[in-house]
């Protein structure tokens, strides 16, 4: 197919930046909406810039051959049965994080996906930043040597200034600190682990607390949380997610190899000659620093995505495949929280 045409499920602001994103993006592009509410379609084109068909039944982007690809951006608690339904209509998928609000939905995706043969990414975008690209590369390059503790946290207070608060705050649908928005940490340490091959982790250690702050006395559940990982082969991390927090936006990376350490976008490296090692040296790229969807690295993920689907080819980076042991991780991670034990993610279940 020449371009793959693409329908929205959702229409908040996760949905108005996918597309914003596709404007951008060769070989896609967003033609169609699902939303509760009615929208006129000259509404709709005076605010997001593009042409848009719109309706109210989920059934109707299923039943469209010239849909391709849903893009799936409702509350969470919705995404398992969407995708699912979307598989089996052999459309492609896009799958805004959490992919489910249990790992047993995320189990039966993969299986609909499977058995459809159909391409299908998860909005782990943050993999495709500047700034853990930049990292990432580092870390391939030996310039640090082998990483044997890493520390990925998230901080960023979602309260009532953000519009999904209403929802985000139930527990059926925000679920957890990790997988209403820390789940991007977590996906990041496991995508720096990972860099040397395969991270597998045998054992996570979990607490959970909250503000006392009256801000964020609406979560249904612990707003901050904090993730000891153990890797098979000995490694250990650490990933905290708090989103009760009141403070500037900050996404904190702290990695210690065997030849030195990077510490957000700041390195020190023994192999690197004439390097001080009582000073950091800054890596010139563009921080993750901001909450704003409409900040997010869409771009390079989706271009990914157009490519690799229309090649008939694998999703770099973030696969079906790689967000399910992201999830399987989070979700041990919550397990142990709510258990008071240690958790081995293959206790979930394959």
Known sequence: MSELNIGIVGLGAVAGAHIETFKHVTGARVTRVCSRREHDPADLESTYGIPLQATTRFEDLLEDPDIHVIDICTPHNLHAEQAVAAAKAGKHLIIEKPMATNFADCLRIERAVQEAGVQAMVCFECRFSAHFSLLHSVLSEGLIGDVHYAEVDYYHGIGP????????????????????AGCHALDALLFFMDVNGPARVEEVTSYATRSSSEIFAPYEYPSTSSSLLRFDDGRVAKCASVVDCL???????????SHGSILDNKIYSHKLEGMNKDRWSELQTSLIDS?????????PQFQAFADSTSKGEPMPRTDLKTAQETHRVMFAADLS????????PSELGA
């Open 247 to 257: 403070q500037p936006y900050y996404f904190h990376v702290h990695l210690v190899g």
């Open 337 to 344: 929280a709510t258990e008071g034990r240690s958790v081995n």
């Open 161 to 180: 200034w953000y519009g999904q608060f209403p929802w985000n705050v139930k527990k059926e649908m925000g679920t957890s600190s990790l997988a209403t």
């Open 291 to 299: 909450g704003d969807v409409s900040d997010h690295p869409y771009r």
